[in-house]
């Protein structure tokens, strides 16, 4: 697959902050400041990026670019005290949370995603029955695809991203969680539904029966239609990465389903074992495809990329511990996440976990952020520079759409 080129990473920017940024002419990450621990894998000193890489790592500025920055804000990014939103319906950061803000996303390219997909939805794959409409619209998924794809060279590519991040959601509701969901028989199930990205190799014979059984259910129709559309754009590489990174997700789904069978409270640690394999990891995984263009496999199989992609997960994922944390709560018997954990295995009040959470969100970010721009200026490939200031604008709007997503999310009571 060529590479494109970069092409505008906010379409959305007003017409006056337009004027105001300047984009580059090479894809690009920005470094750490001196002030950032040069941290690289298995401790070995990050090298430090000649004057004119440090120019280039720095990346665009200007109005509307900060949530672009792979450079840890010095500054408190969110006040300690919860402020009001200009528009309550937009919801409120976490308090403390250290995250950076990005520019709305696209109107027109979100409206047009939100209509296709629901089209894909109904018309396609049969997905939901009608009483779940409602629930299906106010997860707005149309808006975080393109939050967190800003560099999305045409709705085609957004709706790639699009159609797998319903499909991975219907798996979870359906066979994990609140639509029928059960650790009972899950591994069955997630094997049968994994042959759907998997495909099954088998003998003629039996081809036809499985074939069939990829329409049995609506996660089975949702994950072979939505991948039949991601190999049409993606690589080969990058379909096996995607098969890879599903399988991990999938693994952490069964451990989480085998604790609630026994019901076992893992220590923290393994808390956040599990949540390093059932986490976000395949959504930033393809910024490359959704973006035209790849990251080389060698590339990506290099251990300081597994880390930082590993980083950037496990962040992403603490963000919805932490932001789902009320509708857990009010949901039947115990949903662990990272407060219920903390609360019970160190013996802290609900607040006192809850605020621990924060800090272990806020030490992820960090690591993730000097993990990136030590690689950035180990491996100044253009191709890699862009895909990871694409995985760091991922992590960006994956917080921005849990914040503004009230339909779905409120904070606890604790400020």
């Not at 920017?13 to 894809?27: K, N």
């Not at 996303?105 to 997905?127: F, G, N, Q, T, Y």
């Not at 560099?151 to 797998?164: E, G, N, Q, Y």
């Not at 690689?375 to 503004?404: E, I, K, Y």
Request: one cysteine or more; charged letters at 20%.
């Amino acid at each position: 697959m060529p590479d494109p080129g970069p092409s505008p990473l906010w379409p959305s920017l007003p017409t006056a902050a337009s004027h105001a940024l300047t984009l580059p002419t090479a894809p690009v990450v920005p470094a750490a400041p001196e002030s950032v621990p040069e941290v690289a894998p298995q401790g070995v000193p990050a090298p430090t990026p000649p004057p004119a890489l440090e120019r280039v790592l720095r990346g665009p500025s200007g109005l509307g670019t900060a949530g672009l920055s792979l450079v840890p804000r010095l500054e408190a990014p969110v006040p300690e005290k919860p402020t009001a939103p200009a528009d309550p319906a937009e919801g409120r950061p976490i308090p403390g949370l250290y995250f950076h803000p990005v520019p709305e996303p696209d109107p027109a390219r979100v409206a047009e995603v939100s209509r296709r997909i629901k089209e894909w939805a109904v018309d396609e794959v049969d997905l939901f029955p009608d009483d779940w409409e409602g629930q299906f619209d106010g997860f707005l998924v149309g808006r975080y695809m393109v939050a967190c794809h800003p560099d999305a060279p045409t709705v085609d590519h957004l709706m790639v991203a699009t159609r797998l991040m319903v499909a991975e959601n219907a798996v979870d509701d359906c066979y994990c969680e609140d639509h029928g969901g059960s650790p009972v028989g899950l591994g069955g199930r997630l094997l049968l539904a994994h042959t759907a990205l998997d495909p099954l190799h088998t003998t003629a014979a039996y081809q036809p029966q499985w074939a069939e059984s990829l329409h049995a259910d609506a996660p089975r129709r949702a994950y072979r239609s939505a991948m039949e559309y991601f190999v049409r754009q993606a690589t080969p590489s990058q379909a096996d990465r995607y098969r890879h990174d599903m399988a991990r997700l999938h693994l952490g789904y069964l451990a989480e389903a085998a604790w609630a069978e026994t019901d076992h409270l893992p220590e923290v640690w393994e808390y956040l074992a599990m949540r390093q394999f059932n986490n976000f990891r395949p959504c930033p995984t393809i910024t490359d495809t959704v973006g035209g263009y790849e990251l080389p496999a060698d590339l990506h199989a290099r251990p300081d990329m597994q880390r930082v992609l590993a980083l950037a997960g496990n962040a992403s994922t603490i963000v919805n511990d932490l932001y789902s944390y009320t509708k857990e709560l009010d949901s039947p018997g115990r949903h662990l996440n990272l407060p219920v954990v903390l609360a019970e295995r160190e013996s802290l009040s609900e607040k006192d976990a809850y605020l621990k959470a924060i800090e272990v969100h806020n030490d992820l970010m960090r690591d993730f952020e000097a993990e990136a721009a030590a690689l950035a200026a180990a491996c100044p490939v253009p191709s890699v520079l862009r895909f990871l200031r694409g995985v760091a604008v991922w992590v960006d709007g994956n917080h921005h759409w849990h914040r503004t997503n009230t339909y779905r999310y409120s904070l606890p009571d604790f400020w």
